[in-house]
């Protein structure tokens, strides 16, 4: 087959490229993701062996940077055992309803957090890196939240600090990145900004709000987004923000959170983005990155949420072109379609949307009016206590 050659050093970074089943049957996560964008990505001849990296295991002592002994050897130990007991459910939170028991179950959520650590190993050694696996950013040091079992995004910020590195996470996933503000609240080097539905409306149904400084001064920055925050709003929101937070943070590297719920078919995200306004935020991010003496962005990509699996597969192969510096057609390859055709999906078929979702890699554009509530946003987040300070 003939391949877009990169034009930008980058590493994609994923399990296996074929579908392991986790999340059960009957949970939003148990769709096709990971395996379907690279498919998507392969059919459009967009990664080539030399990009690929196998992702490996986190070890124990890894995960222990962060979470704590007792939920490790928990989790482990569930797989063995092939359930959860009792005990373990109620502390930890595992083999609940929402962090459901599956197949694998250790291994899988500890390999895509292994691969979060391998991405920050590759940005150190002076290339993107790309784990779409990755981006569970709602878990916690002694228990799973929100479908996240281990805390990738907070162990790769770790493996970045271990090189006294400056991080600054962005969080573009429509849920706020609860998790990850927590870890770092008292850390004045990692300065955490996220963009989500307003937890007044969303999960996680509290915090996430533009009041919600972190304690120990000034590391973290909220933007909560009403229901239906379309493209341009979002781009006002975003531009608030952005170019200030890198002015006075000043960071080494950055770390994406680039989960896909935030575009407008999404069934749990109550965003109106389209795929353009997706890749246009991560665009923004790529050009503005802290560089290595090449040029090559300190960037480190995870995926995130995203429950619509074609609007994902569509949206993370767009981003792996970004990032590697490749032009993607805009129509579908025949490859990349059928794949997306053999997916059993049929949620919103009765949509406007649906038939494009197989011909086209972008969305037919939205509603671009701003509303004035983000008018009334934007003036108050320039009034936010980190971007008053010089
Ligand atoms: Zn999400």
Known sequence: MSYLQPT????????????????????????????????????????TADEFLQARKAADFELEWFHTPEYVSAFKRAEALGRVSNPVRQRHQLGTLENPYFEQFFTIPATATGASIQAAEEVIRGRIAFNPAGGMHHARPDQAHGFCYFNDPVLGILRLRREGWRVLYVDIDAHHGDGVEAAFADDSEVFTLSLHMDSRYAYPFKGG????????????????????TNDAEYRMLFDAVWQPVLDRFRPDAIVLQAGTDMIFADPLGKLGLSTQGFLATAQTILDTSPQHADGTPRLLVTGGGGYHPLVLARAWAGLWALLSGRELPEALPSAGAAALRAVDWDMDEEEAHYEQLFTSRLDVPGNLNVRPEIDDLVLSIQQHPFLQTP
């Not at 709000?209 to 239906?228: E, F, H, I, Y």
Request: proline content about 7%.
């Open 8 to 47: 930008r050093k980058a590493t994609y970074i994923a399990g296996s490229k074929y579908r392991r089943k986790a999340y059960g049957s009957n949970h939003p996560l148990a769709i096709p993701r990971v395996s379907l964008a690279t498919e998507l990505i392969d059919a459009y001849g967009a990664l």
């Open 209 to 228: 709000q533009l009041s919600d400084t972190a304690r120990a001064g000034n590391t973290s920055l909220n933007v909560p987004l009403p229901k239906d």
